[in-house]
């Protein structure tokens, strides 16, 4: 009989005492930790983000892992991570308070995948994305325990980004780019195939729900979920948050990838019950695009980080009241060798990768481009190039109706929840 995948729920105490509890349940972590070995601390600062806004793992829970890991033995302590492309990653840590916080803890280095140097190739066996090598860093391969921590939040493109897609931020900006133009979710787990972190700690301490990336709003949900399957922890992570996993795609993937068990009767929850920790959290993304029914959106071949954007830019057209009046736009994202024939006006081209086609429609300027500008494309009809000063004023105007209308929602989201107690 194969042995279920265990799940730790830690829930209610400090950060500190939550991760002192996960390590317990799952046999301590002077037994996990190897004596003077070298453990990587990956979290998720893809995106910037303030401490509080839940964009970001949670700087405090890195810091107790730090600490944890070495008081238990460990010789040295790496927080490592590769930002969403067009993000700095050295601004995402220090912007998130990571980079403080680890520095705080002890941590011996913290590193910019991103500017690696020492890449050692690595060839995927059987792979079942278009990936079949990929370069790594030499420190990441030759680490005694890779820790990966990342947040549950809602996602644009992945409907939720919790255990399974925080590996992606393991690769340079390249094998993104290469990952985005094959099956993202078979890329994800072949990646995993090569690096198969040892110990994953979840931050739902104030995970993210909303139109995540860009715009997540924090929910206090108090946990810490930790276990040494990604696809277990994940698939317990979805359960406490009320998320249909017939709706995420990806857990298919994993199971057809032999990444771990996603089916209760495969895995052992400790501490903490599922219902015990049960919220219902609000994750709009479920239907993906076919959530904006009135636009044309063509999303072949493109990035998360696009994606999310546009996401989020078809509800701000709605905060503005622009949604409805501006339905004709053809909204083009991802690179494609053709794009539709319209009239110029109508087509709106999201990003660098579509520079060739430039002149048949409204560019939209960026790799990804700046935040607002998608909206304004839509609405103006004009190029967006650069964010000049005097835009500033305008986007300032545009915060008030956007978090309204976030508000609005959420207001609605906890009198159901309130109801449902
Ligand atoms: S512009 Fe293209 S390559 Fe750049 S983030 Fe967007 S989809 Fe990806």
């Given at each position: 009989m194969t042995a279920k995948s265990i799940v730790a729920i830690a829930k209610d105490g400090s950060v500190d005492v939550m991760v002192k509890q996960v390590f317990d349940l799952l046999g301590g972590a002077e037994n996990i930790i190897k004596k003077g070995g070298t453990v990587v601390l990956k979290p998720n600062a893809g995106h910037h983000g303030k401490p509080g806004t839940s964009v970001n793992t949670s700087a405090k829970l890195v810091g107790a892992v730090a600490r944890?890991?070495?008081?238990?033995?460990?010789?040295?302590?790496?927080?490592?991570?590769?930002?969403?492309?067009?993000?700095?990653?050295?601004?995402?840590?220090k912007d998130a308070g990571i980079y403080g916080e680890a520095a705080a803890a002890g941590v011996d280095e913290i590193i910019d995948i991103k500017a690696s140097k020492d890449l050692i190739t690595v060839p995927i066996r059987d792979a079942r994305s278009e990936l079949t090598s990929v370069k790594l860093p030499r420190f990441l391969i030759e680490a005694d325990h890779i820790i990966n921590m990342p947040i549950f939040k809602s996602h644009a493109s992945?409907?939720?980004?919790?255990?399974?897609?925080?590996?992606?931020g393991v690769v340079q900006d390249k094998v993104h780019y290469e990952m985005h133009k094959t099956n993202l979710a078979m890329a994800m787990m072949d990646i995993w195939s090569v690096v198969r972190a040892d110990l994953n700690i979840a931050d739902l301490i104030w995970p993210a729900e909303g139109f995540g990336p860009h715009s997540a709003v924090p929910m206090d949900f108090g946990c810490v979920l930790a276990s040494r399957d990604p696809a277990a922890l994940d698939a317990v992570a979805?359960?406490?948050?009320?998320?249909?996993?017939?709706?995420?795609?990806?857990?298919?993937?994993?199971?057809?990838?032999?990444?771990?068990?996603t089916e209760l009767a495969d895995i052992e929850v400790v501490g903490k019950r599922?219902?015990?920790v049960y919220q219902k959290m609000w994750l709009p993304y479920l239907d993906g695009f076919g959530a904006w029914p009135e636009y044309d959106i063509l999303t072949e071949n493109s990035c998360s980080s696009c994606q999310s954007l546009v996401a989020f830019t078809m509800e701000k057209l709605k905060a503005l009241g622009e949604y409805d009046k501006n339905s004709d736009a053809v909204i083009v994202l991802g690179a494609k060798s053709e794009v539709p024939d319209v009239p110029r006006e109508r087509l709106i081209l999201v990003g660098n990768c579509l520079k060739r086609h430039r002149g048949k429609g409204v560019a939209v300027n960026g790799c990804p481009p700046s935040e607002p500008h998608v909206?304004?494309?839509?609405?103006?009809?004009?190029?967006?190039?650069?964010?000049?000063?005097?835009?500033?004023?305008?986007?300032?105007?545009?915060?008030g109706p956007w978090n309204a209308y976030?508000?609005?929602?959420?207001?609605?989201?906890?009198?159901?929840?309130?109801?449902?107690l």
């Amino acid at each position: 009989m194969t042995a279920k995948s265990i799940v730790a729920i830690a829930k209610d105490g400090s950060v500190d005492v939550m991760v002192k509890q996960v390590f317990d349940l799952l046999g301590g972590a002077e037994n996990i930790i190897k004596k003077g070995g070298t453990v990587v601390l990956k979290p998720n600062a893809g995106h910037h983000g303030k401490p509080g806004t839940s964009v970001n793992t949670s700087a405090k829970l890195v810091g107790a892992v730090a600490r944890a890991v070495r008081a238990a033995g460990a010789g040295k302590v790496i927080v490592a991570e590769s930002a969403a492309i067009g993000c700095d990653t050295v601004d995402c840590l220090k912007d998130a308070g990571i980079y403080g916080e680890a520095a705080a803890a002890g941590v011996d280095e913290i590193i910019d995948i991103k500017a690696s140097k020492d890449l050692i190739t690595v060839p995927i066996r059987d792979a079942r994305s278009e990936l079949t090598s990929v370069k790594l860093p030499r420190f990441l391969i030759e680490a005694d325990h890779i820790i990966n921590m990342p947040i549950f939040k809602s996602h644009a493109s992945m409907v939720f980004s919790c255990a399974l897609k925080n590996i992606k931020g393991v690769v340079q900006d390249k094998v993104h780019y290469e990952m985005h133009k094959t099956n993202l979710a078979m890329a994800m787990m072949d990646i995993w195939s090569v690096v198969r972190a040892d110990l994953n700690i979840a931050d739902l301490i104030w995970p993210a729900e909303g139109f995540g990336p860009h715009s997540a709003v924090p929910m206090d949900f108090g946990c810490v979920l930790a276990s040494r399957d990604p696809a277990a922890l994940d698939a317990v992570a979805c359960r406490c948050v009320g998320l249909d996993m017939g709706k995420v795609s990806y857990f298919e993937n994993a199971r057809e990838r032999g990444i771990g068990a996603t089916e209760l009767a495969d895995i052992e929850v400790v501490g903490k019950r599922i219902d015990e920790v049960y919220q219902k959290m609000w994750l709009p993304y479920l239907d993906g695009f076919g959530a904006w029914p009135e636009y044309d959106i063509l999303t072949e071949n493109s990035c998360s980080s696009c994606q999310s954007l546009v996401a989020f830019t078809m509800e701000k057209l709605k905060a503005l009241g622009e949604y409805d009046k501006n339905s004709d736009a053809v909204i083009v994202l991802g690179a494609k060798s053709e794009v539709p024939d319209v009239p110029r006006e109508r087509l709106i081209l999201v990003g660098n990768c579509l520079k060739r086609h430039r002149g048949k429609g409204v560019a939209v300027n960026g790799c990804p481009p700046s935040e607002p500008h998608v909206a304004w494309a839509v609405i103006d009809r004009e190029d967006q190039m650069e964010i000049q000063d005097y835009l500033r004023d305008r986007m300032a105007e545009e915060e008030g109706p956007w978090n309204a209308y976030i508000d609005a929602i959420v207001a609605e989201k906890n009198k159901t929840r309130r109801k449902n107690l």
